[in-house]
């Protein structure tokens, strides 16, 4: 498995615009991600930026039009166009835009563009009028319609010093969509995965909550996960200040009990469900509608039980047979095994992932995580220390076969 980045062969055409310098951001990012990234500068790109900065970032050549009318000139857009996974044309300008649409093939990059069976993912940039021309608009139509990914531009601060719709989207997003297109054929294409991510929050008074320390990063590594093996994913998050993964239908709640009318929605035709929230087991009975003051003395806050997720998604389950496969996660500071072992069987789970969060390289903040897997037929496999991620791709990998053994 590994993310859909890692050893891809990805063209990366940079042509003239002051976002050039966004170009080596992504390439090196593309870069530390695994992937083999061929640069191919235009004329008017290396007025920006020089061959020399995309070759330190990508450690490969960075190619110009010099190297059309080389020796090998010939056949080298040829080589490049039919060994690429992807083709990133980011920034775009108006004028390269105009040529793909129109099939001109005037300088390396363009050449490459119309030999390449690729993919091809654009990055616009350009001034606010200039993107809003008709012209323009007409020719990422064209290319839209030949199932072109166009990301961006977005609405800031432009070169000229105006404001307007024109600025190249930032690589990190850009990042999100090609793995996003490199993810289309993966294992889960087709598959919808429901996951929950963060804490809850329990309103006590308009200003104070009960939650707990739930950061949302393993939940958000298995949507990311699952987006990186093609599934198309729901992420009901609590109030988590996470970046969202590209591609993610995110939907923000705050209550156990809006998490819970989210997951029901959302499971209704869902292939898994993923209980990565750390969810709130009590609540106040009564939430007073003013801040409840100081000068009142302590107040006595009683609780009362919310309701089980897994719980009651078990039980719709076992009506309506969604989602096919359930996945829960136990966090423990005891008897990790057992105490697992009894969510497992009582909430009806296929699989718990279970992790000691005494552990300070494990549990709620940290970027690792040491968990161990219960299946519901009896298996215990204890993983070593792994990133998040990591995590997150063996429970996906288990719940891809867990959905193939039920036949589907
Ligand atoms: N869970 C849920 N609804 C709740 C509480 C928890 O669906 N009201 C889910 C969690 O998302 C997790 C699993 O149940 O996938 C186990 O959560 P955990 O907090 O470890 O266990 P609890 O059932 O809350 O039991 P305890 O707090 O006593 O350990």
């Given at each position: 498995?590994?993310?859909?980045?890692k050893?891809?062969?990805?063209?990366?055409?940079?042509?003239?615009?002051?976002?050039?310098?966004?170009?080596?951001?992504l390439a090196?990012?593309?870069?530390?991600?695994?992937?083999?990234?061929?640069?191919?500068?235009?004329?008017?790109a290396q007025?920006?930026?020089?061959?020399?900065?995309?070759?330190?970032?990508?450690?490969?050549?960075?190619y110009?039009?010099?190297?059309?009318?080389?020796q090998?000139?010939?056949?080298?857009?040829?080589g490049?166009?039919?060994?690429?996974?992807?083709?990133?044309?980011?920034p775009?300008?108006?004028?390269?835009?105009?040529?793909?649409a129109?099939g001109?093939a005037?300088?390396?990059?363009?050449?490459t563009?119309?030999?390449?069976?690729?993919?091809?993912v654009?990055?616009?940039?350009?001034?606010?009028?200039?993107?809003?021309?008709?012209?323009?608009?007409a020719?990422l139509?064209?290319?839209?319609?030949?199932s072109?990914?166009?990301?961006g531009?977005?609405?800031?601060?432009l070169?000229?010093g105006?404001?307007?719709?024109?600025?190249?989207?930032?690589?990190?997003?850009?990042?999100g969509?090609i793995?996003?297109v490199?993810?289309?054929?993966?294992?889960?294409?087709?598959?919808?995965?429901v996951?929950?991510?963060?804490?809850?929050?329990?309103?006590?008074?308009?200003?104070?909550?009960?939650?707990?320390r739930?950061?949302?990063?393993?939940?958000?590594?298995?949507?990311?996960?699952?987006?990186?093996?093609?599934?198309?994913?729901d992420?009901?998050?609590?109030?988590?200040q996470?970046?969202?993964?590209?591609?993610?239908?995110?939907?923000?709640?705050?209550t156990?009990?809006e998490?819970?009318?989210a997951?029901?929605?959302a499971?209704?035709?869902?292939?898994?469900?993923l209980m990565a929230?750390?969810?709130?087991?009590f609540?106040?009975?009564?939430?007073?509608e003013?801040?409840?003051?100081?000068?009142s003395g302590?107040p006595r806050?009683?609780?009362e039980p919310t309701?089980?997720?897994?719980?009651?998604?078990?039980?719709?389950?076992?009506?309506s047979?969604?989602?096919?496969?359930?996945?829960g996660?136990?966090a423990?500071?005891q008897?990790?095994?057992?105490?697992a072992?009894?969510?497992?069987?009582?909430?009806?789970l296929d699989?718990?992932?279970?992790n000691?969060?005494t552990?300070?390289?494990?549990?709620?903040a940290?970027?690792t995580n040491?968990?161990?897997?219960?299946?519901?037929?009896?298996?215990?496999?204890?993983?070593?220390?792994?990133s998040k991620?990591e995590v997150?791709?063996v429970?996906?990998?288990?719940?891809?076969?867990?959905?193939?053994?039920?036949?589907?």
């Amino acid at each position: 498995m590994g993310n859909p980045i890692k050893s891809k062969r990805i063209l990366l055409g940079i042509t003239g615009s002051i976002a050039c310098y966004k170009a080596a951001d992504l390439a090196s990012k593309l870069s530390q991600m695994g992937a083999l990234v061929d640069t191919l500068l235009t004329q008017s790109a290396q007025q920006f930026i020089t061959p020399l900065t995309m070759q330190s970032v990508t450690g490969r050549k960075a190619y110009t039009d010099a190297d059309l009318w080389g020796q090998e000139g010939h056949v080298l857009h040829i080589g490049l166009a039919y060994n690429a996974d992807l083709l990133v044309i980011a920034p775009a300008t108006a004028n390269t835009l105009a040529k793909m649409a129109q099939g001109l093939a005037d300088n390396l990059l363009s050449v490459t563009a119309l030999a390449a069976r690729c993919p091809l993912v654009v990055a616009p940039a350009m001034d606010g009028g200039m993107y809003s021309h008709p012209a323009t608009q007409a020719n990422l139509d064209t290319l839209r319609k030949r199932s072109v990914t166009i990301v961006g531009p977005v609405e800031g601060h432009l070169a000229s010093g105006q404001s307007g719709v024109g600025r190249m989207v930032e690589p990190y997003e850009l990042l999100g969509h090609i793995r996003l297109v490199l993810a289309r054929e993966g294992p889960l294409k087709k598959r919808k995965i429901v996951v929950t991510a963060g804490g809850t929050l329990e309103p006590i008074d308009p200003v104070r909550v009960i939650s707990n320390r739930s950061s949302g990063k393993q939940g958000f590594a298995l949507a990311q996960a699952a987006l990186d093996l093609g599934a198309e994913v729901d992420l009901i998050a609590g109030p988590v200040q996470l970046e969202t993964p590209v591609g993610a239908r995110r939907i923000n709640v705050n209550t156990a009990e809006e998490m819970l009318s989210a997951v029901r929605e959302a499971t209704r035709q869902a292939d898994a469900l993923l209980m990565a929230a750390a969810v709130a087991d009590f609540k106040p009975i009564q939430v007073s509608e003013q801040k409840i003051k100081k000068e009142s003395g302590p107040p006595r806050v009683e609780l009362e039980p919310t309701p089980d997720i897994l719980t009651e998604i078990a039980e719709q389950k076992s009506i309506s047979g969604y989602p096919k496969v359930t996945v829960g996660f136990a966090a423990e500071s005891q008897k990790l095994i057992v105490n697992a072992g009894v969510k497992l069987t009582s909430k009806k789970l296929d699989l718990i992932v279970a992790n000691d969060i005494t552990r300070e390289d494990a549990g709620f903040a940290a970027e690792t995580n040491l968990v161990s897997l219960l299946t519901a037929q009896g298996d215990v496999e204890n993983l070593p220390l792994m990133s998040k991620y990591e995590v997150a791709e063996v429970v996906l990998e288990r719940v891809r076969a867990l959905l193939q053994d039920k036949g589907e």
